[in-house]
């Protein structure tokens, strides 16, 4: 990969990758855009805790600067927990944000795109969607039944519906596009 590529590895990373060793990618937006300060620090280092005590290691993804970073620094988590300003960055805009140079914390879809890319096959998240009213009604595609779920996503160890352990934090999936099953 050559320095001017837009993705970035943190060394952890890369040498799990090289060794064949248990990564879960970690999306941001809950880092940025979930929780105030300090408290959305303190849930990314938990995070980062879980996912170490699970004997994987843990790939928070997130733009600084217009590269894409797979796994960060603790001074980077910081930065994304204290800065206003910093973009929510979903599929679609990656682009922007790279060519902008813009930091940005990921959203569940981007952090699937963003661990593919980097060949991590596991990522976890603190939940999908915003809360909503009770008395609203949810709009599903035509046909989707009330348990349909994304097809890239699968449950894991951790999801508590899933009768994993209650005690990892979210729901853990895999991308499924080019993993052999």
Do not use: I
């Given at each position: 990969m050559s320095s001017s590529?837009?993705?970035s590895l943190h060394a952890a990373v890369r040498a799990a990758l090289e060794d064949g060793r248990p990564i879960v990618a970690l999306e941001s937006s809950v880092i940025s855009h979930g929780l105030p300060w300090p408290e959305n620090l303190e849930l990314a280092r938990d995070m980062e805790a879980v996912v170490r005590a699970g004997g994987a290691e843990p790939a928070t993804i997130a733009v600084l600067e217009g590269r894409l970073h797979i796994g960060l620094a603790p001074d980077e988590i910081e930065h994304l927990a204290r800065t206003s300003g910093v973009w929510k960055v979903s599929r679609r805009d990656?682009?922007?944000?790279f060519a902008q140079r813009r930091d940005g914390a990921?959203?569940?879809a981007a952090t699937l795109l963003a661990a593919h890319w980097a060949g991590i096959r596991v990522m976890a998240t603190g939940g999908i969607g915003a809360p909503r009213r009770p008395h609203r009604r949810l709009r599903r595609?035509?046909?989707a039944g009330p348990h349909a779920r994304p097809r890239r996503l699968r449950r894991r160890?951790?999801?508590p519906r899933s009768g994993g352990d209650a005690g990892v934090a979210g729901n853990v999936g895999s991308a499924r596009r080019g993993v052999p099953h």
């Open positions: 590529a837009p993705l990656f682009a922007a944000a990921t959203t569940v595609p035509a046909g160890q951790g999801d």
